[in-house]
């Protein structure tokens, strides 16, 4: 579904990505995880493409096409959604209007129908049940008052409405207490499908005791240095990253 | 193109000709007489007045209008169409600044309550309307509301007397059709609401044909103990129109006001709100939007004199402005020495879309009482980009996101309309004004209601995070 090959990136003339290779198939779950600062989350603003971030180096194919030439809008329209660390809050603009006009926006790039008022709110009403959202909350303006916990709720229920191939999840679990950590991974967990691939990037191996990913990849310095299964995230648990600081670089493409 | 002193002798001898001419009553011709002999002293405004540094009226200054009541013109109701609200509402329309009985149409409304033209009034209701008119609105400092006071003729007369509430909606619409003519109007509204009583009033602004044209209107408001008013000002004027608005408003003890002004376009447009809270526990609200493009100028003025203790005052404009388009918003708010605990907030917020418009926005506080609460804050920026690129990350492209927050943020104001036949059309009209507004077709982003109080909550929590 997507492979990133030799991805370099910078920040304001600063090297953050230093030459990423991933592959992650339809249907799998992989996990990035790694210290601060070393460019988790940049790989996933690049992959959802924030213009912050200026690609010097390498490609990543989605379904064919390199998706770095491609606007953000184009991306989500094409599938890729981004679980953001910090979701933003968007004054006078309710998130069922907001979702409404994406949702027809992406099913009429489908070749799909659009939905109507009443059909759309049949598909929330369902999948609000998904994280226990209130559904209340969306007919307020985008995260307005909203709390850090249905902040991060409120990401995952606009990707259970929109459906898309390939989910970022951009430290979902940050600031979460274990409820709503239990909540947040059940509506992710109840969204995997042969057909739709995630990568989750995280800072605490905790969330993977809920999800439980295919591919563990320790991200360092801008370089992923080891790859691993579900096993490398407890051992890093144990060790900390630490160990893997000093390791070589791995110089083959990771992943299956 | 005339000079100061050309301009003086023409308002000079139109003015001795209206005295001949018209049959002004005699308790007005001092009104009059010491409106034009103010006027010709103090002469328009210049850049060097503090008051005007933004705002440059020499093009008004500078041209020879003729009075709009020389110039012939037909209206008809198709013509006015696109500005009449709903069917239901009492309707007032001036053409010109002249009373259209044919294009009014009158709505039953409760017993004492007096609606009609100013002209009308100065004969039927004398004794109401020389006990009001020209009382408030400050004809010895300011040159266009003395321009306004020696040359008025006509306009609205709204009376409600104690206990009074008038559900019905008083819509006053004046249209100009000057057919390219320099032509000049100067409405006069008074609008005087008894204790207890309660109106709402939509004033509102339209230039059926280009043209240079200039509109100089003048409302005064009287809240009594206790009254309630809720009164709109919608500019629709021509592009090339000049308009001069002054609004004065006198609140007597817990009397509740708001007053809403939306600019959508005209020329060079000033509006002046000028509020003074004279009795214990009066709430005023002033509420803008305007929304700015090609060459427009538009500057809203306001002073908020709180004389007496326990009032509070909100001042609530956002601007949005494209093109190389000019906004101008002076908020003065005045605490007098008696006037503690005093509660008094003032937001001006400003979208620029474009890097040649330009805004000038002027914060000003005058507080002698020593236990009062007043905020203020201005902001003037770019869209959000964070904002946009969340919406873009679900799918919706750059242009329509960029439209959708713009009318978000304009959207917060009109929300605090309260009538809503005129908040869907302001609505509506705004959708029209903005960049790719035709792309915002999945309804109004944001579910409006009359709980217009929960919004300026939301809105002071914002500014004071």
């Not at chain 1, 600062?37 to 690609?55: C, F, I, N, P, W």
């Not at chain 2, 103010?38 to 440059?56: C, H, Q, S």
């Not at chain 2, 790719?436 to 809105?459: C, M, N, T, W």
Request: aromatic share 8%.
């Amino acid at each position: 579904m997507l492979e990133i090959k030799n991805l370099h990136a910078n920040v304001e003339d600063h090297e953050v990505l230093k030459g990423i290779n991933l592959t992650v198939k339809a249907g799998e779950v992989h996990s990035i995880m790694g210290p601060n600062g070393s460019g988790k989350s940049t790989l996933a603003q690049v992959l959802a493409g924030r213009d912050t971030y200026e690609v010097t180096d390498g490609e990543a194919i989605y379904k064919g096409k390199n998706l770095l030439d491609t606007e953000p809008d184009e991306r989500a329209l094409e599938g890729i959604f981004m679980a953001f660390q910090y979701p933003v809050e968007i004054p006078g603009v309710s998130t069922s209007y907001f979702l409404k006009a994406a949702l027809n926006a992406i099913r009429k790039h489908r070749g799909q129908d659009e939905l109507d008022a009443m059909d759309f709110l049949n598909l929330v009403k369902e999948k609000v049940k998904l994280v226990d959202l209130d559904e209340k909350l969306l007919n307020r303006a985008i995260n307005e008052g909203f709390s850090g916990g249905e902040k991060k709720r409120n990401e995952v229920f606009q990707m259970a409405v929109l459906e898309p191939s390939l989910c970022v999840m951009d430290e979902t679990d940050s600031g979460l207490d274990i409820d709503a950590l239990k909540i947040v991974s059940d509506g992710i967990n109840k969204l995997r499908d042969p057909n739709r691939a995630f990568i989750v990037v995280t800072h605490y191996q905790r969330l993977l005791n809920y999800i439980v990913p295919d591919k563990v990849h320790v991200l360092i310095d801008g370089r992923i240095v080891r790859s691993g299964g579900k096993e490398l995230a407890l051992e890093l648990e144990e060790k900390g990253y630490a160990w893997l600081e000093k390791a070589p670089p791995a110089s083959q493409p990771v992943g299956v | 193109m005339l000079d100061v002193k050309e301009s003086r002798d023409i308002y000079q001898s139109e003015f001795q000709q209206l005295k001949e001419a018209e049959n002004t009553p005699s308790w007005l011709l001092p009104r009059r007489q010491a409106a034009i002999d103010r006027f010709l002293a103090l002469g328009f405004p210049t850049t060097r007045d503090e008051e005007w540094k933004y705002t440059n009226v020499a093009p008004i200054a500078k041209t020879a209008f003729e009075q709009a009541g020389t110039v012939e013109t037909r209206v008809t109701n198709e013509d006015i169409g696109d500005y009449l609200l709903d069917a239901t509402f009492c309707r007032l329309v001036f053409v010109n600044g002249r009373y259209s009985a044919e294009l009014s149409s009158a709505a039953a409304l409760p017993d004492g309550v007096k609606v009609c033209s100013l002209a009308d009034a100065m004969q039927t209701e004398q004794t109401l309307v020389e006990t009001h008119l020209a009382k408030y609105a400050d004809y010895e400092n300011q040159a266009f509301t003395a321009l306004n006071t020696a040359f008025m003729q006509d306009g609205t007369f709204v009376f409600v007397p104690r206990g009074v509430i008038v559900r019905t909606p008083i819509h006053l619409l004046f249209v100009s059709s000057a057919n390219g003519r320099a032509i000049i109007s100067h409405p006069r509204n008074l609008i005087v609401c008894e204790a207890n009583s309660q109106v709402s009033v939509i004033e509102s602004y339209a230039g059926l044909d280009s043209g240079k044209y200039f509109t100089n209107t003048v409302t005064e408001f009287v809240a009594g103990e206790n009254a309630v008013i809720d009164h709109y000002k919608v500019e629709q004027e021509s592009d090339d129109a000049y308009h001069v608005t002054t609004r004065q408003i006198y609140q007597e003890r817990d009397s509740n006001v708001s007053s809403h002004t939306v600019t959508y376009s005209g020329g060079l447009i000033r509006n002046d709100v000028n509020t003074v809270l004279d009795g214990e526990g009066c709430n005023c609200m002033l509420n803008g939007l305007y929304v700015l493009r090609g060459s427009q100028h538009a500057d809203h003025h306001l002073r908020v004199d709180h004389a007496k203790p326990h009032c509070n005052s909100w001042e609530y404009y956002k601007g949005i402005l494209s093109d190389q388009s000019r906004g101008v918003f002076t908020g003065r708010i005045i605490v007098r020495e008696d006037a503690q605990k005093t509660d008094a907030k003032q937001s001006n917020m400003n979208l620029l879309l474009s890097p040649d418009a330009l805004v000038d926005t002027k914060p000003q506080l005058e507080i002698l009482a020593d236990d009062v609460k007043c905020t203020h804050g201005a902001t003037i920026g770019q869209i959000d980009e964070d904002a946009i690129f969340y919406l873009r990350s679900r799918g919706i492209r750059e242009e329509a996101a960029r439209s959708l927050l713009t009318y978000a943020f304009a959207g917060e104001s009109l929300g605090q309309v309260r009538i809503e036949p005129l908040r869907e059309r302001l609505l509506d009209l705004l959708s029209t004004r903005l960049p790719h507004g035709q792309s915002l077709r999945f309804g109004r982003p944001f579910e409006y209601d009359d709980d217009f109080s929960k919004i300026v909550r939301s809105a002071d929590k914002r500014r004071e995070t």
